[in-house]
Every structure is written in C-alpha cells, then in structure tokens.
C-alpha cells in the first residue's frame, strides 16, 4: 500500500501592538477624530478612490478566532476599515511591494481601538479584522467591485506550510 506523509502547518505568533500613526506609516494610516471645520491635510485620510465607484458600507464579521492562512490585498484602491460601536480589534498587514507574494519577515499585527480607523495604502497585504467578540460590525470604504476584480490572495499554507495566529 503506498502512503505519504503530510507536512504539517508551521503556526507562527504575531504580537499585536497597539496601533500609532507612526507604527503603521509602512501601511498605510491612522485616522482619529479632528474638530469640525478642520482643514484637509496630510493627518486626513489620504483616499485613491478614483479606478470606480465608492462604496461605503457596514458589515457584519462573525468571530473567526485569530489564525490566519491567507493575505489578501488590493491594488486599485485605498481601503478603509474602522469598528463600531467603539470595539478594539485586531489586523495583520505587510507592506506592498513588487511581488506577488507579501514579505513574511515584514509582516506585523496590530491592535486598532474602536475610536479610529485605518487607510490601508494601495497594495498592503491585510489579514482580519479580526476579535473576540461573537461579532463586530466595521463600516468599509473601498470601490464597489473590490472584492470581485481587486481581491489577489497568497496563500501561506500552500506556498509555505505557514499559518500565522495574532496573540
């Protein structure tokens, strides 16, 4: 009888750091409350909306726990994600590049409160959001037909025998 042996899946931890403007430059943006009638600069959300229709929606995410095998990006667009009803959650990214496949050795995770939100620049690799909660609801500003002509995933498990869990 002939049988193989399967490979098992490397879990790698990422410890997930509070979120800063200046932790998560290489990604994209932290956007967080400004007073009323404040002019445009650069502390605003720097958007590339412009390759189709906006689309600015609510969604409803059910708890998937922490590990991830897959990470996703966009290359047509800026995308927003921020959490209502002020709930922290969590988001692994590595920065955009070249290639085809995100840079394992700078990928980083992210603790992201509930009174901000993130721009991912155009290109960043993104895994989440992720939380502990049964679910959570997070409004999204990417283009209307993102996930259908702009979704490219690598997939860790395939191409490395690597799983990654933010702790």
Same mark, same amino acid.
């Given at each position: 009888?002939?049988?193989?042996m399967?490979?098992?899946?490397?879990?790698?931890?990422?410890?997930?750091?509070?979120?800063?403007?200046?932790?998560?430059?290489?990604?994209?943006?932290?956007?967080?409350?400004?007073?009323?009638?404040?002019?445009?600069?650069?502390?605003?959300?720097?958007?590339?909306?412009?390759?189709?229709?906006?689309?600015?929606?609510?969604?409803?995410?059910?708890?998937?726990?922490?590990k991830?095998?897959?990470?996703?990006?966009?290359?047509?667009?800026?995308?927003?994600?921020?959490?209502?009803?002020?709930?922290?959650?969590?988001?692994?990214?590595?920065?955009?590049?070249d290639?085809?496949?995100?840079?394992?050795?700078?990928?980083?995770?992210?603790?992201?409160?509930?009174?901000?939100?993130?721009?991912?620049?155009?290109?960043?690799?993104?895994?989440?959001?992720? +939380?502990?909660? $049964?679910? %959570?609801?997070?409004? =999204? &500003? *990417?283009?209307?037909?993102?996930?259908?002509?702009?979704? +490219?995933?690598? $997939?860790? %498990?395939?191409?490395? =025998? &690597? *799983?990654?869990?933010?702790?």
């Open positions: 009888m002939l049988g193989f399967s490979e098992s899946i490397s879990t790698k931890q990422l410890s997930a750091q509070w979120v800063t403007p200046d932790n998560f430059r290489s990604y994209g943006q932290v956007i967080f409350a400004a007073v009323d009638g404040k002019s445009f600069d650069a502390e605003d959300a720097q958007l590339n909306l412009q390759n189709g229709i906006p689309r600015f929606y609510i969604m409803r995410l059910h708890h998937k726990g922490r991830f095998g897959k990470i996703t990006r966009h290359v047509q667009c800026t995308q927003c994600l921020g959490s209502l009803e002020g709930k922290d959650w969590l988001m692994a990214v590595a920065p955009p590049g290639s085809y496949k995100p840079s394992l050795e700078d990928m980083a995770a992210f603790r992201i409160p509930g009174n901000c939100f993130i721009k991912l620049d155009v290109g960043t690799w993104h895994a989440g959001p992720y +939380f502990d909660a $049964d679910f %959570v609801d997070f409004y =999204n &500003l *990417e283009l209307s037909n993102t996930n259908v002509v702009d979704h +490219f995933s690598f $997939d860790l %498990v395939k191409n490395h =025998n &690597l *799983e990654f869990e933010i702790v």
